[in-house]
């Protein structure tokens, strides 16, 4: 493709293929993610987007291909094929699910400290004893995860529970919770779904502010004027194939897509 | 030889056995993902009714013919009846909480009925009455086989093959294997998934009151608590055919009935139970999704 | 409650509507009991007894409960859509009182006067029920890591109780082993145990894990019973010492008020330990594991690590009150540890409420006390037990008393967080 960047992706897929008893989910795919992009990641229902997310997160264990992830900062690249889901996190790769997965029982800043699990380290004696150590550790983790919630807009609503939230809020809130660990990548599975005009702009400002800090961003979603506005370069899927990718203005244009999206029989 | 023949015969008795009770955790598993704990119970409510008619019929001198037609019959529908009203008191009111709701509630309803019948009837063993006589013409091959393991193997072999074209072509039996198969979908093309739910727990607490009458004559007593190792075979014989899969239930519960048989003529029947324990674990643990079961990856 | 001001024709409607509906379940469950609650025959001596007056009493009871259950479920539904919260209410009033600092010290403190005068206000004989309860909450804070901040549905938890008891039993035996090096081995037993356990069986999905835990209980209960070589089998094995106290000579009232306080000691450091791990990372990443596995891996938190310490730990108590529970009898056999045990402990949690400290403490009071003084009732508790763990999960899943979590307050950008325990 045309627009290939010469700085090294930190997310590199190749011939990445899963089946399901018959069912080819995902085709031969193959599609980087540079260092402080957004990358959106378009296509039919049932192209084979969200499936896409778990395997790169370790959640489904696909049947052919590779992952690789690199580490901007260390430039350390890591196979994440195999890996558990949680080594994947750490790694520096979270993401956020489509029908929302919060623990709705725990309150939004706990929602916020869990994601600071993989970055902190005590453990059952520092729990009984709570000593010098534990406690710094743990006012760390309210801090930072205070922080995050100030900045996804719920800062207000610390102790309530996450399921009592609002949808668009339980949705900022997921993507606090996986700002959290600590990533560099971030993959987002359709964050404006079920959101108003008002959510969705507030929401566009976040996912803006999140790529300003330095993150770069995966981004699953249907909302055509978000992903147009937003990302730097589209991926469009279908059938579990890639079928174009190009900057929004290339992807606008492209027959293929057009095709996809509204059926084989417009020319 | 006649060792060998015999073993492998009360095996398959054994088996059959296993096979009704089985059924019933396989259907409903396949149905609403459930491990119904308290299908061993329903089991031995249907070996107690069943008890309970046949005895007081021979008390006031019904001929044999109609205690058994009628023990069988009473059997099933109280069983069944059991079954449905467990399904509505204690699972549909869970069908959609946390997925350790309904298995808790279902603990309890098994430990509810096991006392209950323990309240209202008794915890001695009772001797149960001999429902099957000695056939004359069975006399030659007597030495390896009973003429209950025959007629056990007869009635369950006709009940398999009567559950199979109930399933295959039947409306309510299309109408099971497509909620098996996707519950949302069934009820999106108008299938009523309550109707099919309810029917499944009738037609497998049937199935298993008729396997608890049946072992309950060839064995010759009952007992109140009856229904928790045998639960917990019939539902390791479920696993290792593959939960969910009917066929699988009968391979498993054959499987697990000679292996048991063999076990325990030529080792001890020292540790019958926890080899089916560990048999249990360790199917669970190596191959959770058993002989004929297909594994399966979430959908997240 | 129903006033009769607000009898409106539509309330009327539904009364009429709900009692026809109770008469009618009130038939079907005086069909369904009908074999088993009429007839009694006697096989030996051929006798049939026709108990109809138990028509009756199933009758009258199910109309009853059904009413009742109805009434429950209308005032629910109503509830929930007066306000449209979808999640049960923040605190109980239980809570509220005690997070009021002024009656939170005060109170904790009459509690503790009062348990600790116990034995020298009543007599040793109900000394010794209270300890046998405070075991149980031990047994229910063990096993509430487990089932109820974890989510890990143990049906073999007896058997890391069999544990402890038998290797106290055996240590003393073979070894002449004291009570006080037992404790620890015992419990640490346990926990290796949860481990070994755990490590093939946490990656099971929860009902198999429910299945497997069940299997695995009844395999130690079924060794110990059939391996006479090394437990004695079914017989167990008695004159076990009860603890010693510096070598000090007891009689058996004293050594039964001993054994009291040592469990009120045990179980304070229970509420402490339990409290403070809840309360920590591991506690919330436990929560978490309850609330969503995957979203729990998602977020970086190892799924096998967590579930086997939070196995190690349940099972770590279960081990301790094993010993205690050999001290206390002085004999131990197979017959303590059935799977019936594993339910009541089971039952404690779902009770009181899971993950709730305060819950499971009054679980066990209620389930352990209530049978012992009631001796009426005391024919009937397995089957209340039953009904117990039914009822609560559909009419109240979160129990009498639900765990609360901890709040925080932030004060501008400098979020001081005000840390405070909550129970
Ligand atoms: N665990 C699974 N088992 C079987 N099939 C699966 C599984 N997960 C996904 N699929 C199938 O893979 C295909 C792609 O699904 P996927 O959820 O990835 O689509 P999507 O692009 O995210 O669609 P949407 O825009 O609706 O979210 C679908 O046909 C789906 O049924
Ligand atoms: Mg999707």
């Known amino acids: 493709m045309m627009n290939k960047r010469m700085n090294k992706p930190i997310l590199n897929v190749s011939g990445l293929t899963i089946d399901f008893g018959g069912i080819r989910a995902l085709d031969h795919l193959d599609f980087d993610v540079q260092v402080t992009e957004i990358v959106a990641l378009i296509g039919p229902n049932g192209a084979g987007k969200t499936t896409l997310f778990n395997c790169l997160t370790g959640i489904y264990r696909p049947t052919d291909g590779e992952i690789l992830l690199a580490c901007p900062k260390t430039g350390q690249q890591t196979r994440l094929n195999g890996l558990k889901p949680n080594k994947i996190t750490e790694r520096g790769m979270a993401r956020t699910f489509q029908n929302i997965r919060l623990f709705s029982r725990m309150t939004v800043l706990e929602n916020v400290m869990i994601g600071r699990h993989c970055r902190t380290h005590s453990l059952i004696l520092g729990a009984i004893f709570r000593n010098r150590k534990t406690r710094e550790e743990e006012q760390e983790t309210i801090h930072k995860s205070y922080e995050i919630l100030e900045k996804v807009g719920l800062a207000g609503q610390v102790n309530e529970l996450a399921g009592n939230l609002s949808y668009g809020a339980q949705r900022r809130l997921e993507i606090g919770r996986a700002l959290a660990t ?18 969705t702009a507030v929401l566009v400002a976040l996912i803006r502010q999140i790529r300003d800090e330095g993150h770069a961003i995966l981004l699953i979603e249907h909302d055509m004027k978000l992903v147009m506005t937003l990302s730097d370069r589209v991926v469009v899927m279908d059938y579990g194939k890639k079928i174009a990718q190009g900057t929004p203005d290339q992807i606008r244009g492209n027959r293929d897509v057009i095709k996809a999206y509204l059926g084989e029989d417009v020319g | 030889m006649d060792y060998f023949i015999e073993l492998f015969l009360s095996g398959l008795t054994r088996g059959s056995i296993y096979a009704l009770i089985a059924l019933g955790y396989t259907m409903v598993y396949g149905i609403i993902g459930l491990i119904n704990f308290a299908h061993g119970e329903i089991y031995m409510i249907g070996a107690f009714t069943s008890f309970i008619v046949a005895t007081t019929l021979s008390i006031y001198g019904f001929p044999l013919a109609a205690i058994v037609v009628v023990a069988g019959v009473a059997a099933a529908i109280w069983s069944s009846a059991y079954g449905y009203t467990v399904e509505q008191i204690a699972y549909k009111p869970l069908r959609h909480a946390p997925r350790l709701a309904p298995l808790i509630s279902a603990i309890g309803m098994s430990i509810l009925l096991q006392n209950y019948v323990l309240l209202a009837q008794t915890s001695d063993f009772l001797p149960f009455p001999k429902l099957i006589p000695e056939f004359a013409f069975m006399e030659p091959v007597a030495h390896v086989i009973g003429s209950s393991d025959l007629v056990i193997l007869i009635t369950t072999a006709m009940i398999m093959l009567a559950l199979t074209l109930l399933i295959k072509f039947t409306r309510i039996g299309k109408a099971m294997r497509a909620t098996a198969q996707d519950r949302t979908m069934a009820l999106l093309v108008g299938i009523n998934v309550d109707r099919v739910i309810s029917a499944t727990f009738i037609l497998g607490s049937a ?9 309950a004559s060839h064995i010759g007593q009952i007992n109140f608590a009856i229904g928790f190792i045998a639960g917990i075979k019939a539902f390791t014989a479920a696993v290792l055919g593959g939960i969910g899969s009917i066929p699988g239930a009968v391979l498993g519960s054959l499987v697990l009935g000679l292996t048991e048989s063999f076990a325990t003529g030529y080792v001890s029947s020292d540790y019958e139970d926890v080899f089916a324990f560990s048999l249990l674990v360790l199917i669970l643990i190596f191959k959770p999704s058993g002989l004929l079961g297909k594994a399966d990856t979430k959908k997240v | 409650m129903i006033t009769a001001k607000e009898l409106t024709p539509i309330n009327k409607k539904i009364i009429c509507k709900a009692l026809k509906r109770s008469l009618l379940i009130s038939l079907w469950f005086v069909f369904l009991t009908f074999p088993i609650m009429v007839i009694k025959v006697n096989p030996i001596e051929r006798t049939v007894s026709w108990r109809w007056g138990n028509i009756a009493y199933v009758a009258i009871g199910s109309f009853v409960i ?12 109503r509830a929930a859509a007066a306000k449209t919260a979808a999640c049960p209410t923040r605190a109980s009033i239980f809570h509220n009182i005690l997070q009021r600092p002024g009656c939170r010290y005060p109170l904790a403190a009459l509690l503790l006067g009062v348990a600790l005068a116990f034995p020298h206000l009543f007599s040793t004989y109900q000394a010794n029920i209270m300890t046998t309860a405070l075991m149980y909450i031990v047994l229910g804070l063990g096993l509430n890591i487990v089932v109820g901040v974890a989510g890990l549905l143990d049906l073999g938890y007896v058997a890391f109780y069999a544990i402890g008891a038998y290797s106290y039993a055996l240590l003393n035996l073979h070894f002449h082993l004291g009570f006080w090096a037992a404790l620890p081995i015992g419990g640490l037993l346990a926990a290796l145990f949860g481990v070994l356990l755990g490590f093939p069986v946490l990656r099971l999905r929860g009902d198999y894990l429910a299945i497997v835990t069940l299997g695995f209980g009844e395999i130690i209960r079924l060794i110990l019973e059939n391996w006479n ?17 510096f070598g000090l000579e007891m009689s058996l009232d004293q050594a039964m008020i001993y054994m009291y306080y040592l469990m009120i000691g045990l179980v304070l450091l229970a509420i402490f330990v339990v409290n403070r791990l809840q309360h920590s990372r591991l506690g919330r990443a436990w929560l978490a594991l309850r609330e969503d596995e995957i979203a729990c891996q998602a977020m970086g938190i190892d799924k096998t690590r967590i579930k086997l310490t939070a196995f190690a730990l349940g099972a770590f108590w279960a081990g301790l009150i094993g010993v205690i529970f050999a001290a206390k009898t002085t004999f131990v056999n197979p017959a303590s540890f059935t799977f019936m045990e594993s339910a009541i402990i089971l039952a404690i949690v779902v009770l009181g409420g899971m993950g709730s400290i305060i819950g499971v403490i009054c679980g066990a009071l209620i389930l352990i006390l209530l049978p012992e003084y009631l001796r009426a009732l005391s024919e009937y508790r397995m089957l209340a037990f039953g009904a117990i763990l039914v009822a609560m999960m559909i009419f109240k899943p979160e129990g009498l008393i639900a765990g609360v979590r901890r709040t925080y307050c932030f004060q501008g950008r400098k979020s001081t967080a005000a840390l405070q325990d909550d129970e």
Do not use: T
């Not at chain 1, 600590?182 to 987002?188: A, G, H, T, V």
């Not at chain 1, 599975?189 to 959510?199: H, K, L, S, T």
């Not at chain 2, 199935?207 to 072992?215: N, P, V």
């Open chain 3, 229 to 245: 070589a090394f437990s004695k089998g079914p017989s167990g094995i008695s004159n076990i010492p009860r603890p010693g106290f």
């Open chain 3, 66 to 77: 059904s009413l009742l259950a109805k009434a429950w479920l209308v005032r629910k539904e």
């Open chain 2, 207 to 215: 199935l298993a009151a008729i396997g608890g009458l049946l072992i």
């Open chain 1, 182 to 199: 600590e990533p560099f990548l971030l993959l987002l599975d359709e964050p404006a779904a079920g959101m108003n005009p008002q959510e």
